[in-house]
């Protein structure tokens, strides 16, 4: 094979977590794309609701190289996100091929095949960033196949308009759920539903703290102590759960164990005659793409130290949570575990083939 046709490095990808490794990537000498499976410039932005907002200030929310503007009070919402992520994807001229879906990934003599719906592409080292949002969980709990009335995922959710005046489930307990359901509960009578008690973050504290919990785990590590990064999971009041904890809507009830025709129920008995059911039951990584190199867990991840998968020689992960780096699935926190991984890139190309 020619190596004019090999680059050095494939990104699969092409929202937050893609453009923060092209960042990097777009310093180095390698030879490089990005392979999007969306249209246009934007990731998975393109698809939340409208009236989404992040959880950090503007000033807290920013990739390498550009500053989100709004300041340290403003929270972005999804189509300024959206234009955030374009511009920034614009103003460095990255190499993305678009609309490209990778369908499978193998490995042969030291080069890894993505065959996408485009034909097939080469690379030396193959950085996955699709992130979760393609892959939503909704629990299978009896009886869902008898219920009369509408079930969709957090990422299917589009408004409230839908549910206008309807009896609504939204299951769940973290910021999706918390956002979905302050703007639900204004047309509709809303019900609660979590598997783990809720908690709401102090109103002075947002997601701002995510940088300095960052910040504070990378010199941990890097001086040899431990150190223990706050949960994600805890609630931001955002200005439309502040404004939905005034009118007191928030009341959990345990998660439901069953459906019937007419809604849900609880082993001891209780039942509630509901419309619909909104699962805010979080995402597991969309790496269905790499099925074929037979290194996914059954919890859907892949093992990895940091990002650089231990199973498989070239092939790292990036922003998929925790698990690859902490807060690595937020715009501010991506950015460290991007460097990192471009770094330890640079140096397997450099090192010989065996």
Request: with cysteine.
């Amino acid at each position: 094979m020619s190596q004019d046709n090999v680059y050095d490095v494939i990104v699969i990808g092409g929202g937050q977590s893609a453009l923060a490794v092209a960042y990097y990537l777009r310093r180095t000498t390698l030879r490089y794309v990005l392979l999007d499976k969306e249209k246009e410039a934007g990731g998975s932005w393109q698809h939340v609701w409208d009236s989404l907002t992040l959880f950090s200030p503007a000033q807290w929310s920013s990739l390498p190289g550009i500053i989100m503007t709004g300041g340290s009070d403003k929270y972005p919402t999804k189509n300024e996100t959206l234009q955030y992520l374009r511009d920034y994807e614009s103003k460095y001229q990255f190499p993305v091929i678009r609309p490209v879906e990778v369908l499978d990934v193998s490995k042969e003599n030291d080069l890894f095949l993505l065959s996408t719906n485009q034909g097939t592409y080469v690379a030396k080292a193959v950085i996955s960033a699709t992130g979760s949002y393609s892959h939503p969980v909704i629990p299978d709990i009896t009886g869902k196949a008898l219920f009369k009335g509408t079930i969709i995922h957090s990422a299917d959710y589009r408004g409230p308009a839908a549910f206008a005046g309807k009896r609504v489930v939204v299951a769940g307990e973290g910021n999706s759920g918390a956002q979905i359901l302050a703007e639900v509960s204004k047309v509709a009578d809303v019900l609660w539903t979590t598997r783990n008690t809720p908690s709401f973050l102090p109103d002075h504290v947002d997601g701002r703290y995510l940088f300095d919990a960052a910040t504070a785990l990378y010199k941990a590590r890097q001086e040899g102590k431990n150190y223990q990064p706050p949960s994600l999971g805890h609630i931001v009041q955002v200005p439309l759960v502040r404004a939905a904890i005034e009118r007191d809507v928030y009341h959990a009830l345990p998660a439901f164990d069953h459906f019937y025709e007419n809604g849900i129920g609880w082993n001891d008995g209780r039942r509630e005659a509901v419309d619909a059911v909104i699962f805010c039951t979080g995402f597991l990584p969309a790496l269905q793409h790499l099925a074929s190199l037979h290194i996914c867990q059954p919890d859907g991840k892949i093992r990895t130290h940091e990002t650089s998968a231990t199973d498989i020689a070239g092939l790292w992960l990036v922003g998929y949570g925790s698990w690859t780096g902490f807060a690595s699935a937020t715009l501010i926190g991506v950015g460290r575990t991007a460097k990192k991984t471009v770094d330890e890139v640079q140096l397997f190309l450099k090192a010989p083939l065996h």
